[in-house]
């Protein structure tokens, strides 16, 4: 057979273009990469789906630290808006007036506006703690890594912090009430009535108090700096009796008050001097990668944002005060605010760098909350123990012993001027504790400008269902 | 399986070199092709009219006499093709005779139509303008570069694409524009910026992170105030941009072509005499709109700083002070007023044989900012190389690097860096000008002294980038009206970004923080891969006189994303120091992973009959690593039929060339960006303990990835003269399964969901006129009228509506509700728990206006006119400047109460920042001579073939009753909902310069 030059030109072609075929599949072939893509996980964090299967130990403890740092989380912003609503502090910011028009009142409406100004501190912050805790308790019922004693300081910690957070949305809603049963986020329980709710997340406490006998001598997982005097189940459940302490008197059970104080000894101490008063839980600041003191601003700076002091803390202060150095600090030159009528004398002097803790609760609480829950019971002796816990404040602050009239009137009227001064801008007490006894009429006379006191939040937008 | 991934992708590139190399001996059968081409009505020669073999793929392009000359064609009858701008394209055949010479003259009509000009329609094919069933937007060098000279592409289409919306991010030099081709896409949670596809690559089009939101104060990185990548391109050296704007069109792009696909492709060269042309640019650029800030007195002073208060005292002394010694500063003036040098060189050298052709090109291109020390450089060099190793194997190679410096500069949205903001808050009697030393005073009105943080401040980038494209088209197949073909490419886009941002630590603003100085590093590299490979099939069936044209195709497509960002951050730093071990804080800001891979296959089948009916099925399966399913291929199919009236028997009317019908469905999808489908543990850290804390994010377990279906109908008229046509189109684009955020009750501890909880539609009308209402030897007048109106609305919301976007309700935000377009802005004051309703950042219509007049031969006179219409605009500079009493308007006193307008506006709430932002610009003007052939090859005995010199203007005019710099602004660069915010943002400028043109 004779090939023409042409059909061998052809033959050659398509050997050519089967080798080239061959090669082609064989590539593809060899490089399964380019047709079976393995899955991509997440190469930036862990996923919760990890954590929720029988997590390790060292799973568990992150999962508790990173419940500290949710319960830290918003400390700082808390402070500036109740203490703002309070008119304990204004805050300046240069580029934003809202903190001044919306915060006091000047413009916005706290208890309208569904989304009202940077109010997350009070309301979805807390709660994504809660869900951090609630993350936590469930981690704990799915693990085979921890002893029962082990489970219980965990679940005794989670539900003490727990109660710790439900306290802030509750007070900030109040009569709106809020949500208690939020563990499964697809299915959230209904809104409870302030009281309801109250009553909810004291059981809670108590059932961490509970989970904290059972939990033995030591916790398996370390806490921060700030909570280093309740690194143990015992001392865990002392805190636990403190925070349920308060919220004793946000209910009005000045006897269930007494109960807790006298369950959270010895952090509870009925004694005098600085250090006895700030004996307490902490939340720990540090540097990067950790998280600086929101409320620290070097003295005399002049920062585009700062929490001043509001000029009626300065002047309705008690001559000779211990505070009023400790805590307020006289700048070189004052700052001005388009929307404050005055200008600023005092910034805060609490915290002396970046790393300062801010407190979480202290015994100088407890012990105003012993002398008011002592008032109120009544009766002499109580009245008289009640002015003894008084004195021990006025005595830490150079201050002489009381010396007005010894009744429920004139003694409730001293622990507010005591816990304004004593528990300045850390919680948001002075709203709070003005709105307990109808008085918030008080802050407004203080107000200085034609601004709002608000008596709580809008239920927030996202509660909502409509804008 | 990264590696794997990589590696086999640039196998792919070695296994295209493996084709290209058995050489198969070529034919001693070979001819030569030589002709001249004219205009049909003048007899002028037309230079740069583009020749083409389509069978061989090989061309030439007529020098300056008309002339072309192409060897080496294989003998036989070829398909031949001319085009060019302006002109109907030719197409006929060509028989060649081996060894002999062959003379091929061609007249090309005048026309406004481009019936033959080639336009994308599989990933692997293209066709006829006229056969095509889309509206596909086609615009060549001419039209982009040809008038002004465009710093970047984005800012070289602006205005230029019917149904297309670009919003300029500001006037930053180095541009952000973000791109909306046919409305909105996605609510946020997908790509709402166009796939961009360069000579076959993926290009990386992300806004770089570089933490200027963390130094100046801001939140969220989105308000870092990047340029958008595309920046990087070179427009000089773009051929022609094909926009792909709806689903209908951009269905075999699959899953990521829901915002639309735009194919880029750049010069080549073509066979015949080496052509070298240079030009050069050089211009300046000044602001466009000075506000002119209000002036002061004292009542006014005791009005802004408090009545009889300290400051108020301070600053009544400087004002007297300023006015004794007649130094009042225009501040706005000192910060804007720098005239801003333009220099753009480019250089190419292009030419080749009918075997390799090649297209290589230099360029330099320097723009600096109406503020000092701002600007924005480009240095690229490009190889483009085609060659022909048979007649059955082509190869093309485009490779591109690129370098690119920024100085962003400081402005928008942040107190402790902006300057922008700072000279708002500056009234005209501070003091700010630095001593004899250097020493800049403090700023008593704002915590940073804006000239200060202009001299010391850095905000830089510098981008070193690399593109590198390979295709073979090797021919397996060709006898008896089959042919097959396989065409492979590969593409890769390594970009490697640093910037740098960083206060020193003397300035006023750092002073007044714990750590003074600050400076964050950031280091993104980024690489995608991507290969393709399609085997096309082409055959013809049917008798001579009844044939159909049948191509079908299939296809494999792989795409690879590898990008990873570094971001370290000192506070605390030794003066002078920037590098972060010179600080007493030192910070791994941020370290972001991306992994992405995703995977096509591709069928297509179209019949042509006879160009009177042409239709086109086709599908796409893919899957993505984006998704939260990752394993699952989602369908996109599309379908689309062209009737081309004017083609039938029947049809009787002569005065009409093209009457075309056509309708084109699609389906397209959209990905999640990354990190959306992980539920994630985040880290914190307390008292040196590393913590997890639940993300406040969580996902819907049955998460789909979005989708879009684009159906469009349309029309396209031509006059047989060639004198006008006109293209209209309706279209109908759906996008459903929206993945939202969807705000979860605050109570669960979960901020947001990621779920597919929404439907939304846009419709919209195109329509473009062309008109050439002057032809005279000496005067003709092209013209281009555009108009499109898109109407966004949400048709389906699974969630409650709810607010998105911006600063809040009190500062205007959008509207996410059933019946409501997403662009809608509302605001306080709440009315019967309602928002108030302000309008919408969508215009109702935009139009623009292109002439192109050509006078005596040798002038050339163009404009661009764009005109868009009853969008709204947030100015929040207004808060700024009201607050500080430098707005125009502060002094004045509209309702006569005695308070200035200032302090008393009579907008409430969020109405009081929603501006009109309805604008008329002359975006493009310019006016070009070219040197007489004849004079200049007298002069330089040919050595110059031709010389045009131009003098061109952008943004010369803008009309706007906006109350800010320019209406056109974005605060958060390339979002999807939140373009039209403007906090304090740079400037816009006007750009004038002189061109010159040399071609050797």
């Not at chain 1, 001392?235 to 349920?244: E, F, G, K, S, T």
């Not at chain 2, 963390?214 to 990185?221: I, K, L, P, R």
């Not at chain 2, 915590?447 to 980038?461: K, M, S």
């Not at chain 2, 690399?466 to 088209?473: K, R, V």
């Given at each position: 057979?004779i090939f023409?030059?042409?059909?061998?030109?052809?033959?050659?072609?398509?050997?050519?273009?089967i080798?080239?075929?061959v090669?082609?599949v064989l590539?593809?072939?060899?490089?399964?990469?380019l047709l079976?893509?393995?899955?991509v996980?997440?190469?930036?964090?862990?996923?919760?789906?990890?954590?929720?299967q029988?997590?390790t130990?060292?799973e568990?403890?992150?999962?508790?630290?990173?419940?500290?740092?949710?319960?830290?989380q918003?400390?700082?912003?808390?402070?500036?808006l109740?203490?703002?609503?309070?008119?304990?502090?204004?805050?300046?910011?240069?580029?934003d007036?809202?903190f001044?028009?919306?915060?006091?009142?000047?413009?916005?409406?706290?208890?309208?506006?569904?989304?009202?100004?940077?109010?997350?501190?009070?309301?979805?912050?807390?709660?994504?703690?809660?869900?951090?805790?609630?993350l936590?308790?469930?981690?704990?019922?799915?693990t085979?890594?921890?002893?029962?004693?082990?489970?219980?300081?965990?679940?005794?910690?989670?539900?003490t912090i727990?109660?710790?957070?439900?306290?802030?949305?509750l007070?900030?809603?109040?009569?709106?009430?809020?949500?208690?049963d939020?563990?499964?986020?697809?299915?959230?329980?209904?809104?409870?009535?302030?009281d309801?709710?109250?009553?909810e997340?004291?059981?809670?406490?108590?059932?961490?108090?509970?989970?904290?006998?059972n939990?033995?001598?030591?916790?398996?997982?370390?806490?921060?700096?700030?909570?280093?005097?309740?690194?143990?189940?015992?001392?865990?459940?002392?805190?636990n009796?403190a925070i349920?302490?308060?919220?004793?008197v946000?209910?009005?059970?000045?006897?269930?008050?007494?109960?807790?104080?006298a369950?959270?000894?010895?952090?509870?101490?009925?004694a005098?001097?600085?250090?006895?008063m700030?004996?307490?839980?902490y939340?720990?600041?540090?540097?990067?990668?950790?998280?600086?003191?929101?409320?620290?601003?070097?003295?005399n700076?002049?920062?585009?944002?700062?929490?001043?002091?509001?000029?009626?803390?300065?002047?309705?202060?008690?001559?000779?005060?211990?505070?009023?150095?400790?805590?307020?600090?006289?700048?070189?030159?004052?700052l001005?605010?388009?929307?404050?009528?005055?200008?600023?004398?005092?910034?805060g002097?609490?915290?002396?760098?970046?790393?300062s803790?801010?407190?979480?609760?202290?015994?100088?609480?407890?012990?105003?909350?012993?002398?008011?829950?002592?008032t109120?019971?009544g009766?002499?002796?109580?009245?008289?123990?009640?002015?003894?816990a008084?004195?021990?404040?006025?005595?830490?602050?150079?201050l002489?012993?009381?010396?007005?009239?010894?009744?429920?009137?004139?003694?409730?009227?001293?622990?507010?001027?005591?816990?304004?001064?004593s528990?300045?801008?850390?919680?948001?007490?002075?709203?709070?504790d003005?709105?307990?006894?109808g008085?918030?009429?008080?802050?407004?006379?203080n107000?200085m400008?034609?601004?709002?006191?608000?008596t709580?939040?809008?239920r927030?937008?996202?509660?909502?269902?409509?804008? | 399986?990264?590696?794997?991934?990589?590696?086999?992708?640039?196998?792919?590139?070695?296994?295209?070199?493996?084709?290209?190399?058995?050489?198969i001996?070529?034919s001693?059968?070979?001819?030569?092709?030589?002709?001249?081409v004219?205009?049909?009505?003048?007899?002028d020669?037309?230079?740069?009219?583009?020749?083409?073999?389509?069978?061989?793929?090989?061309?030439?392009?007529?020098d300056t006499?008309?002339?072309?000359?192409?060897?080496?064609?294989?003998?036989?009858s070829?398909?031949i093709?001319?085009?060019?701008?302006g002109?109907?394209?030719f197409?006929?055949?060509?028989?060649?005779?081996?060894?002999?010479i062959?003379?091929?003259?061609?007249?090309?009509?005048?026309?406004?139509?481009?019936?033959?000009?080639?336009?994308?329609?599989?990933?692997?094919?293209?066709?006829?303008?006229?056969?095509?069933?889309?509206?596909?937007?086609?615009i060549?060098?001419e039209e982009?570069?040809g008038?002004?000279s465009?710093?970047?592409?984005?800012?070289?289409?602006?205005?230029?694409?019917?149904?297309?919306?670009?919003?300029?991010?500001?006037g930053?030099?180095?541009?952000?524009?973000?791109?909306?081709?046919r409305?909105?896409s996605?609510?946020?949670?997908g790509?709402?910026?166009?796939?961009?596809i360069v000579?076959?690559?993926y290009?990386?089009?992300?806004?770089?992170?570089?933490?200027?939101?963390?130094?100046?104060?801001?939140?969220?990185?989105?308000?870092?105030?990047?340029?958008?990548?595309l920046a990087?391109?070179?427009?000089?050296?773009?051929?022609?941009?094909?926009?792909?704007?709806?689903p209908?069109?951009?269905?075999?792009?699959?899953a990521?072509?829901n915002?639309?696909?735009?194919?880029?492709?750049?010069?080549?060269?073509?066979?015949?005499?080496?052509?070298?042309?240079?030009?050069?640019?050089?211009?300046?650029?000044?602001?466009?709109?000075?506000?002119n800030?209000?002036?002061?007195?004292?009542?006014?002073?005791?009005?802004v700083?408090?009545?009889?208060?300290a400051?108020?005292?301070?600053?009544?002394?400087?004002?007297?002070?300023?006015?004794?010694?007649?130094?009042?500063?225009?501040?706005?003036?000192?910060?804007?007023?720098?005239?801003?040098?333009?220099?753009?060189t480019?250089?190419?050298?292009?030419?080749?044989?009918?075997?390799?052709?090649?297209?290589?090109?230099?360029?330099?291109?320097?723009?600096?900012?109406?503020?000092?020390?701002?600007?924005?450089?480009?240095r690229?060099?490009?190889a483009?190389?085609?060659?022909r190793l048979?007649?059955?194997?082509?190869?093309?190679?485009?490779?591109n690097?690129?370098?690119?410096?920024?100085?962003?500069?400081?402005?928008?949205?942040?107190?402790?860096?902006?300057?922008?903001?700072?000279?708002?808050?500056t009234?005209?009697?501070?003091?700010?000008?630095?001593?004899?030393?250097?020493?800049y005073?403090?700023?008593?009105?704002?915590?940073l002294?804006?000239?200060?943080?202009?001299?010391y401040?850095?905000?830089?980038?510098?981008v070193?980038r690399?593109?590198?494209?390979?295709?073979?088209?090797?021919?397996?197949?060709?006898?008896?009206?089959?042919?097959?073909?396989?065409?492979?490419?590969?593409g890769?886009?390594?970009?490697?970004?640093?910037?740098?941002?960083?206060?020193?630590?003397?300035?006023?603003?750092?002073?007044?923080l714990?750590?003074?100085?600050?400076?964050?590093?950031?280091?993104?590299?980024?690489?995608?891969?991507?290969?393709?490979?399609f085997?096309?099939?082409?055959?013809?069936?049917?008798?001579?006189?009844?044939?159909?044209?049948?191509?079908?195709?299939?296809?494999?497509?792989h795409?690879?994303?590898?990008?990873?960002?570094?971001?370290?951050?000192g506070?605390g730093?030794?003066?002078?120091q920037?590098?972060v071990?010179?600080a007493?804080?030192?910070?791994?800001?941020?370290?972001?992973?991306?992994?992405?891979?995703?995977?096509?296959y591709?069928?297509?089948?179209?019949?042509?009959?006879?160009?009177?009916?042409?239709?086109?099925?086709?599908?796409?399966?893919?899957?993505?690593?984006?998704?939260?399913d990752?394993?699952?291929?989602?369908f996109?199919?599309?379908?689309?039929?062209a009737?081309?009236?004017?083609?039938?028997?029947?049809?009787?009317v002569?005065?009409?060339?093209?009457?075309?019908?056509?309708?084109?469905?699609?389906?397209t999808?959209?990905l999640?960006?990354?990190?959306?489908?992980?539920?994630?543990?985040?880290?914190?850290?307390?008292?040196?303990?590393?913590?997890?804390?639940?993300s406040?994010?969580?996902?819907?377990?049955?998460?789909?990835?979005?989708?879009?279906s684009?159906?469009?109908?349309?029309?396209?008229?031509g006059?047989?003269?060639?004198?006008?046509?006109?293209?209209?189109?309706?279209?109908?684009?759906?996008?459903?399964?929206?993945?939202l955020?969807?705000?979860?009750?605050?109570?669960?501890g979960?901020?947001?969901?990621?779920?597919?909880?929404?439907?939304?539609?846009?419709?919209?009308?195109?329509?473009s006129?062309?008109?050439?209402?002057?032809?005279?030897?000496?005067?003709?007048?092209?013209?281009?009228?555009?108009?499109?109106?898109n109407d966004a609305?949400?048709?389906?919301l699974?969630?409650?509506?709810?607010?998105?976007?911006?600063?809040g309700?009190?500062?205007g935000?959008?509207?996410?509700?059933?019946?409501?377009?997403?662009?809608t802005?509302v605001?306080?004051?709440?009315?019967?728990?309602?928002f108030?309703?302000?309008?919408?950042?969508?215009?109702?219509?935009?139009?623009?206006?292109?002439s192109?007049i050509?006078?005596?031969?040798?002038?050339?006179?163009?404009?661009?006119?764009?005109?868009?219409?009853?969008?709204?605009?947030?100015?929040?500079?207004l808060?700024f400047?009201?607050?500080?009493?430098?707005?125009?308007?502060?002094?004045?006193?509209?309702?006569?109460?005695?308070?200035?307008?200032?302090?008393?506006?009579q907008?409430?709430?969020?109405?009081?920042y929603?501006?009109?932002?309805?604008?008329?610009?002359?975006?493009?003007?310019?006016?070009?001579?070219t040197?007489?052939?004849?004079f200049?090859?007298?002069?330089?005995?040919?050595a110059?073939?031709?010389?045009?010199?131009?003098?061109?203007?952008?943004n010369?005019?803008?009309f706007?009753?906006?109350?800010?710099?320019d209406?056109?602004?974005?605060?958060?660069?390339?979002?999807a909902l939140?373009?039209g915010?403007?906090?304090?943002?740079?400037?816009?400028?006007?750009?004038?310069?002189?061109?010159v043109?040399?071609?050797f």
């Amino acid at each position: 057979m004779i090939f023409k030059p042409d059909t061998y030109f052809i033959m050659k072609r398509s050997i050519y273009h089967i080798s080239t075929a061959v090669v082609f599949v064989l590539f593809f072939v060899s490089c399964d990469s380019l047709l079976n893509v393995a899955p991509v996980t997440d190469p930036n964090n862990p996923s919760v789906e990890q954590v929720t299967q029988n997590a390790t130990k060292s799973e568990i403890q992150s999962l508790v630290t990173g419940l500290e740092v949710r319960n830290r989380q918003g400390a700082g912003s808390r402070i500036e808006l109740l203490g703002s609503f309070g008119r304990e502090v204004w805050i300046f910011d240069f580029i934003d007036g809202r903190f001044m028009t919306e915060w006091l009142g000047i413009s916005g409406n706290a208890e309208e506006n569904p989304s009202f100004f940077a109010d997350g501190s009070v309301y979805s912050t807390p709660y994504t703690a809660i869900r951090q805790a609630n993350l936590l308790l469930k981690v704990v019922e799915n693990t085979d890594n921890l002893s029962e004693q082990e489970k219980e300081g965990v679940r005794g910690f989670a539900k003490t912090i727990k109660g710790y957070q439900f306290l802030i949305p509750l007070l900030a809603q109040y009569e709106n009430g809020i949500r208690v049963d939020v563990s499964d986020p697809n299915n959230l329980g209904p809104f409870l009535s302030y009281d309801e709710a109250l009553s909810e997340i004291r059981a809670m406490l108590d059932s961490g108090y509970q989970h904290l006998q059972n939990a033995g001598d030591n916790f398996f997982f370390a806490l921060s700096e700030g909570l280093s005097n309740f690194s143990n189940p015992a001392a865990m459940a002392q805190l636990n009796r403190a925070i349920a302490a308060r919220a004793a008197v946000y209910a009005e059970d000045w006897q269930g008050a007494l109960d807790a104080l006298a369950d959270a000894e010895p952090f509870f101490e009925l004694a005098a001097g600085e250090a006895v008063m700030n004996k307490g839980a902490y939340f720990s600041y540090g540097e990067p990668p950790g998280m600086f003191n929101p409320l620290f601003w070097p003295r005399n700076s002049v920062p585009d944002h700062i929490m001043v002091v509001h000029p009626s803390v300065i002047e309705d202060t008690l001559a000779g005060d211990l505070r009023i150095d400790r805590k307020f600090f006289l700048r070189d030159t004052p700052l001005n605010n388009p929307n404050a009528p005055v200008p600023v004398h005092y910034q805060g002097n609490r915290f002396a760098t970046t790393q300062s803790p801010i407190p979480m609760i202290r015994n100088e609480e407890l012990i105003l909350i012993y002398a008011e829950a002592k008032t109120q019971l009544g009766g002499a002796a109580n009245l008289s123990d009640a002015v003894d816990a008084i004195n021990l404040i006025r005595n830490t602050w150079n201050l002489a012993d009381y010396s007005g009239s010894v009744t429920q009137t004139a003694l409730i009227d001293e622990i507010l001027l005591q816990r304004r001064y004593s528990l300045w801008a850390e919680w948001g007490h002075r709203w709070i504790d003005m709105r307990r006894y109808g008085r918030l009429d008080e802050i407004a006379q203080n107000d200085m400008l034609v601004g709002t006191i608000f008596t709580q939040f809008a239920r927030p937008e996202s509660e909502q269902g409509q804008n | 399986m990264k590696n794997r991934s990589l590696i086999c992708s640039t196998l792919l590139l070695f296994v295209i070199g493996f084709f290209a190399s058995p050489v198969i001996a070529q034919s001693a059968q070979e001819g030569s092709l030589q002709g001249v081409v004219t205009d049909a009505e003048t007899g002028d020669p037309l230079p740069g009219v583009n020749i083409y073999l389509s069978d061989l793929q090989i061309g030439a392009a007529t020098d300056t006499e008309g002339n072309f000359e192409i060897d080496n064609i294989p003998a036989g009858s070829h398909p031949i093709r001319a085009s060019f701008i302006g002109y109907q394209t030719f197409e006929g055949t060509v028989t060649i005779t081996p060894s002999e010479i062959t003379t091929l003259d061609i007249q090309l009509k005048p026309s406004s139509l481009q019936l033959g000009e080639l336009v994308v329609s599989g990933v692997a094919t293209s066709v006829k303008r006229g056969n095509l069933a889309n509206a596909v937007a086609k615009i060549d060098a001419e039209e982009l570069t040809g008038s002004i000279s465009p710093p970047t592409v984005a800012s070289a289409l602006q205005g230029k694409i019917v149904g297309t919306n670009m919003v300029s991010a500001g006037g930053a030099p180095g541009g952000g524009v973000d791109i909306k081709l046919r409305g909105i896409s996605t609510l946020g949670a997908g790509s709402s910026q166009p796939l961009i596809i360069v000579d076959g690559v993926y290009l990386n089009n992300t806004e770089l992170q570089t933490g200027l939101s963390a130094v100046s104060g801001q939140a969220s990185a989105a308000q870092d105030d990047g340029a958008n990548r595309l920046a990087d391109l070179n427009p000089d050296a773009i051929a022609s941009i094909e926009i792909l704007k709806g689903p209908s069109a951009a269905a075999i792009y699959g899953a990521r072509a829901n915002a639309g696909v735009v194919i880029i492709k750049t010069k080549r060269g073509s066979a015949g005499e080496t052509q070298v042309s240079f030009n050069q640019d050089v211009g300046y650029s000044t602001m466009l709109n000075k506000l002119n800030y209000a002036s002061w007195s004292e009542e006014k002073i005791e009005r802004v700083f408090g009545e009889g208060t300290a400051l108020a005292q301070t600053a009544k002394e400087a004002y007297r002070n300023a006015v004794a010694n007649g130094n009042l500063h225009d501040y706005e003036d000192v910060i804007y007023g720098n005239e801003g040098r333009i220099l753009n060189t480019q250089l190419s050298v292009s030419g080749g044989n009918s075997r390799t052709q090649f297209f290589v090109s230099g360029s330099f291109m320097d723009e600096e900012g109406i503020i000092r020390k701002t600007g924005f450089s480009r240095r690229s060099i490009r190889a483009n190389i085609d060659h022909r190793l048979s007649d059955y194997v082509r190869i093309s190679s485009s490779s591109n690097y690129i370098n690119t410096e920024s100085q962003r500069g400081w402005t928008g949205n942040g107190s402790a860096g902006s300057v922008a903001q700072a000279v708002k808050y500056t009234p005209n009697f501070a003091q700010l000008f630095p001593d004899g030393n250097g020493n800049y005073p403090d700023n008593p009105y704002f915590q940073l002294n804006p000239l200060e943080l202009i001299e010391y401040g850095l905000n830089d980038q510098d981008v070193n980038r690399f593109l590198q494209s390979l295709t073979a088209d090797v021919t397996l197949y060709n006898q008896n009206q089959h042919s097959l073909r396989l065409d492979l490419t590969a593409g890769l886009d390594f970009m490697n970004s640093t910037t740098m941002v960083y206060q020193p630590p003397f300035i006023q603003y750092q002073q007044s923080l714990p750590n003074p100085g600050d400076v964050i590093h950031s280091t993104t590299k980024a690489l995608n891969l991507n290969a393709q490979a399609f085997l096309i099939y082409n055959t013809t069936v049917g008798s001579d006189d009844n044939s159909y044209d049948l191509t079908s195709q299939i296809g494999y497509a792989h795409f690879y994303k590898d990008q990873q960002l570094q971001q370290v951050r000192g506070r605390g730093l030794i003066p002078g120091q920037t590098n972060v071990e010179n600080a007493s804080l030192q910070e791994i800001y941020n370290q972001f992973f991306q992994s992405v891979t995703d995977v096509g296959y591709i069928a297509q089948q179209k019949v042509n009959w006879e160009d009177k009916v042409i239709a086109t099925v086709g599908a796409r399966l893919d899957r993505s690593t984006l998704n939260a399913d990752q394993e699952h291929f989602y369908f996109f199919p599309k379908a689309s039929l062209a009737l081309n009236l004017a083609n039938f028997d029947f049809w009787g009317v002569e005065q009409l060339q093209q009457f075309k019908l056509r309708v084109a469905y699609g389906e397209t999808g959209g990905l999640p960006s990354f990190g959306a489908t992980f539920e994630a543990l985040n880290s914190g850290v307390i008292s040196g303990n590393l913590g997890l804390v639940r993300s406040s994010r969580t996902v819907d377990p049955n998460l789909r990835p979005e989708t879009a279906s684009g159906l469009e109908f349309g029309t396209d008229i031509g006059l047989s003269s060639g004198r006008a046509s006109i293209s209209a189109t309706y279209y109908i684009k759906s996008v459903y399964d929206l993945i939202l955020d969807q705000q979860l009750p605050s109570s669960s501890g979960l901020q947001v969901m990621a779920t597919n909880a929404a439907d939304l539609q846009n419709r919209g009308i195109e329509l473009s006129l062309n008109v050439i209402p002057i032809q005279t030897d000496n005067f003709v007048w092209n013209a281009t009228l555009n108009w499109w109106k898109n109407d966004a609305e949400i048709t389906n919301l699974k969630v409650p509506p709810f607010t998105t976007g911006g600063f809040g309700a009190a500062l205007g935000t959008f509207y996410i509700a059933e019946g409501y377009s997403p662009t809608t802005i509302v605001g306080t004051p709440v009315e019967n728990g309602r928002f108030t309703f302000y309008g919408n950042t969508q215009p109702d219509f935009q139009s623009s206006f292109f002439s192109n007049i050509h006078l005596f031969g040798n002038w050339e006179f163009n404009f661009l006119w764009s005109l868009s219409y009853g969008q709204k605009a947030i100015n929040l500079s207004l808060l700024f400047s009201d607050g500080a009493g430098t707005t125009p308007d502060w002094n004045g006193d509209y309702d006569g109460d005695g308070v200035p307008n200032g302090m008393d506006r009579q907008e409430e709430g969020a109405g009081l920042y929603v501006d009109d932002a309805t604008y008329l610009k002359l975006r493009e003007t310019s006016l070009y001579y070219t040197v007489p052939s004849q004079f200049l090859s007298d002069l330089s005995n040919d050595a110059v073939k031709g010389v045009r010199l131009g003098v061109s203007g952008s943004n010369l005019l803008l009309f706007s009753g906006y109350s800010g710099y320019d209406p056109e602004v974005s605060e958060f660069g390339n979002s999807a909902l939140q373009t039209g915010i403007g906090v304090a943002p740079y400037p816009s400028a006007r750009q004038v310069m002189f061109h010159v043109e040399f071609d050797f």
